[in-house]
């Protein structure tokens, strides 16, 4: 039984988004929310079904198959389609019955998904209800599992959810590409919901380590989704396909086995993705082509410098060089302290210390792990003060063992 429910949380995971998708384009996505319902319905009816009749060969189509007959249920005892989606031909009362026949193919479904995707990332909507969407009908992601992600409560994702949703009735967003022109301009939001996305697992403050792989997961399959299109596979978007690859080969280094966090310095090599690297490797000699370096790009090098164990001054060199690149592009306080940390291990903490006592990120932990790490070279009390307000700052137990620890190697 608990196996019959891990395969159903897996195709729910898995399914839902498709579904919806395709289910929208035919109702729109003033009228999403039929779309979701229908689908939820579904799974609701598979639940009960399979739990008496065991889960059938071809789950899937099976899935595909009550969606199609509860959207043309839908479509016999409501208006929506005559009023709304196709007003011209209600305008000729003709009546229909029938709803269009849904193309659960899986070009179809990938296309829906591609519209969908440019549909939430419209520019009307805030970027904090982007990734929600994102989350809720791209990637399947339950209430619950989104609220979580976001360290809140179910009240606060609906409403936020909810007032999306407003925004893309009250726009009139369509799910469909933007013309060509505008695309490059729309793709840029693309991206960066998938990064933040991405970001959201990899440095998630959660301690559901099955989610934050699983937000990855779905950050990486968005992103190769659009290299699959001619029209959005560019170097921008193979150059965050790169970064989000090399960050993930590393993510079983990155814990113990009881879910205690592992510094980069210390993680074991052997447990690095040696696939994930390859196809890094792979997405960043795509990204070359062109003369554009995005924040992407470069954040894609330093990545995979991180790839390579071997604690050299020649290595924190070329990382050196990179974040000042990064800089010019796109400045942040965060790029500034990474720099930081890299002038220390390439050129010692001597030129390092005068160059963070610059940054002043009082509220950063961070930078005061940092300035600790800097001040044990010369000063221990100074070390210890900066470590204990990195100790204050922090907000998870995982870093504040790691900031005790830096504490005591003091001692």
């Known amino acids: 039984m608990e196996k019959e429910h891990v395969q159903l949380k897996q195709l729910f995971q898995q399914e839902f988004s498709k579904m919806v998708a395709v289910i929208s384009k035919i109702f729109g996505l003033q009228h999403i929310e039929i779309a979701e319902d229908i689908v939820s319905e579904t799974f609701l009816l598979a639940t009960e079904t399979w739990a008496a009749k065991g889960i059938p060969p071809n789950p899937a189509a099976w899935l595909y198959t009550v969606a199609k007959q509860k ?141 934050r792989q699983d937000l990855c997961l779905e950050a990486l399959r968005l992103g190769i989704m659009l290299t699959e299109y001619e029209k959005t596979s560019g170097p921008k978007t193979n150059a965050l396909l790169a970064l989000m690859c090399f960050h993930a080969s590393r993510f079983n280094a990155r814990q113990t086995a009881d879910d205690n966090f592992v510094p980069y310095e210390q993680q074991n090599q052997e447990l690095w993705d040696a696939g994930l690297i390859s196809q890094g490797l792979h997405f960043l000699n795509l990204s070359a082509q062109g003369n554009e370096i995005s924040s992407y790009h470069l954040e894609a090098r330093i990545a995979y410098w991180h790839c390579l164990k071997e604690d050299t001054p020649e290595k924190w060199e070329a990382i050196l060089q990179l974040y000042n690149q990064l800089l010019l592009v796109n400045y942040s306080p965060s790029v500034a302290l990474n720099r930081t940390f890299a002038l220390y291990k390439a050129n010692g903490w001597q030129v390092a210390l005068p160059e963070a006592e610059k940054l002043k990120l009082e509220n950063n932990h961070f930078y005061f792990i940092l300035l600790g790490e800097l001040y044990k070279n010369t000063d221990k009390s100074k070390a210890k003060s900066n470590f204990q307000k990195a100790f204050d700052l922090a907000k998870t137990q995982t870093e504040k063992q790691r900031i005790r620890e830096k504490m005591e190697e003091l001692n």
Request: proline letters at 4%; aromatic letters at 10%.
């Open 71 to 211: 959207t043309q249920y839908h479509f016999r005892r409501n208006k929506i389609f005559e009023e709304k989606v196709v007003p011209a031909i209600a305008r000729q009362e003709e009546t229909y019955q029938e709803a269009p026949g849904l193309d659960f193919s899986e070009q179809n479904i990938k296309d829906s998904q591609l519209q969908m995707l440019f549909a939430i990332c419209d520019p009307a909507i805030a970027s904090e209800a982007q990734i929600g969407l994102a989350l809720r009908i791209l990637c399947g992601f339950g209430i619950d599992e989104i609220a979580e992600a976001f360290l809140s409560n179910k009240e606060t994702i609906n409403k936020r959810l909810f007032r999306a949703k407003e925004k893309l009735r009250a726009e009139k967003v369509t799910m469909e590409l933007p013309p060509q022109q505008e695309i490059p301009g729309r793709l840029n939001n693309v991206l960066h919901i998938i990064y933040l996305l991405f970001s959201e697992g990899y440095y998630s403050k959660t301690q559901n380590e099955i989610l």
